[in-house]
């Protein structure tokens, strides 16, 4: 090969020809460095008949730099970059991107240096090295991670390490992973777990791709079903991949995993320290980690011998990324398992309608355990109406409720409230003059954090110190909270039941997987009566002791409006549920509702998930709307609000007349300001055999708009924000 093609790292270029100096052997696949301009950047070869690019004359090719000693992308994941930028309407450095780490990893330093604390207190301890010293603990770290964790800059760690406090260490980066050992706890399966994991085992042998639903109720022992899929994968010499949705929950996973096969396995996440993703990086490329479990970011690295890929909690939102290529990991995982051609296994509980459909249209097989593991019972579910026993005023928990949460505490049973709705309260106004509080930057309410004592933005990150003072009518001690968070609800149960001992459970408390450890080891060493949380607690958790879940609002997640809003509450509320009762206790489900009689409602407390999945799945395919539709989000934004407007109008008049496609908008987008910029919506409804893709690559391509305006298409959108 004396020519080479590359897609580099940078979403803004398209394929670029090099020559390939005689002394370099490079095939597809392989990670080189070119030059561009006066600078450097990485690239991967391609083969040139699939990426059409300007002919360039031999004679005026710029050479390689360099070829990196590392195994080359394989094909089938070149073919899943291909696929996700052409699905996705996104740009192939973009994607590449996520399949390559820093270049740090590229170079293969067997060392990096990082930092600790010596536990020498320096003689000038000024405020800000104390705090850094006691965040920092005993983490190791880059400078600038420290100076994160250490909420300082990155001078006042150098100033440290200058007196004595913080000390340089090397960190060797290519330290083998242990190797998880297929026989080393084999599981007691029930008959319905063994036949599932059976037919998996056989799966994975035969080595060919088939997608499977593995469909269990909570606490039916999904996780040692797939597990067995897994030992199957490592016996076979085979790596596997396991995708799980919020990364702070891995502990209790990793408990598991490694009961099953005598180690931990290679995490990669967004926690992870520089060293160690370097590590995990070069441990995958080179085939040495044999099980990765990660978040979704996990799905793009280059494996190179994959046998078996695992979706846990396949339903969850979190699966689909928003920012930079918005694509949905539980999607891809399964056009990833094609090209690989091996198996992928969605496990879910509450399956997504979506996903329900495949099986009924029998692209995808499904595996069902329909019963709690070791004959533990669900638990039974009521509603209790708001309207008929409402709480007294100020307060969000119904009497009976109350009454509940005191005879389990009485009984020395732990409790679960559920509010998806972090904060003290969502709603801040004056009462005296009626101004409420928004973020300058989003059209959206800030939320009182009576902890940090500041009201923040849910979507920028905005804070600010909560006024003593309305900043309209100057009134003093004016501000009132409208509506209940969790630290709101939390302040309820301590008045209610002043000698329980409380937690919140939200991202604000459980930031880290050694937050999330500590939370479960104070669960199970019985110090916490009651837990107060988000949806960060409606997954992977058990607690044989907590008995009883209270529901503070189910009427919440249905107030949205989008298209998955019931599905939505029905799957959230279902899982939560899932924490009650998983030992041989039984457990209790509260539900507080205003409307008892909502479909969603009806089929949560009479456990007719079929009849749900029916009503929701037939509403869908009478709208048109996916899985039986097509829908892109065209999202315009721009800080000159008339900007926004002109190019989004420019974009409508100019949409494509299509049969059986339509264009709606453009309308503000529901957070109609984000982040300082006005944004507005056009959104693209379609029938499934309408090539949406190609018919917005089309419009979109004939037009163009100033820089400051920025145009993004979101692919099967989930959020209606
Ligand atoms: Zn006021
Ligand atoms: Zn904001």
Redesign the pocket.
Known sequence: MSRARLILLNAALGPLDYRVPPSMAVAPGSIVVAPLGPRQLVGVVWEPERLPAQEIGDNRLRPLVHAYDLPPLGAPLRRLIEWTADYYLSPLGAVLRMALPSSGALDGARAITEYRATGHVPERLTPQRAQALERIGERLGLIRELAIVGGVSDGVIRGLVKAGAIEAVEIAIDDPFPAPDPDHGPPALEPAQARAAAELRAAVEAGNFAPWLLDGVTGSGKTEVYFEAIAQAVRQGRQALVLLPEIALTEPFLKRFAARFGCDPVPWHSGLRQSQRRRAWRAIAGGEARVVVGARSALFLPYPNLGLIVVDEAHEASFKQEEGVPYHARDVAVMRAHFEKVPIVLASATPAIETRHMVEIGTYRELKLPDRYGGARLPDMAALDMLQDPPPRGRWLAPELVRALEANLAAGEQSLLFLNRRGYAPLTL??????RFQCPNCTAWMVEHRFTRRLACHHCGHVMPAPNA??????ED??VACGPGVERIADEVRDVLPDARTIIVTSDTIWSPAKAAEFVARMEAGEIDVVIGTQLVTKGYHFPNLTLVGVVDADLGLAGGDLRAAERSFQQIRQVSGRAGRGGKGGRVLVQTHDPSARVIQALVGGDAEGFYAAETDARREAAMPPFGRLAAIIVSSEDQAEAIETARRIGRAAPRVEHMAVFGPAPAPLAMLRGRHRLRLLVHAARAVPVQDIIRVWLGALSWKSSVRVSVDVDPYSFL
């Open positions: 004056c009462r005296h003059c009626g101004y309305c900043p309209e009518c100057k009134e004016s501000l």
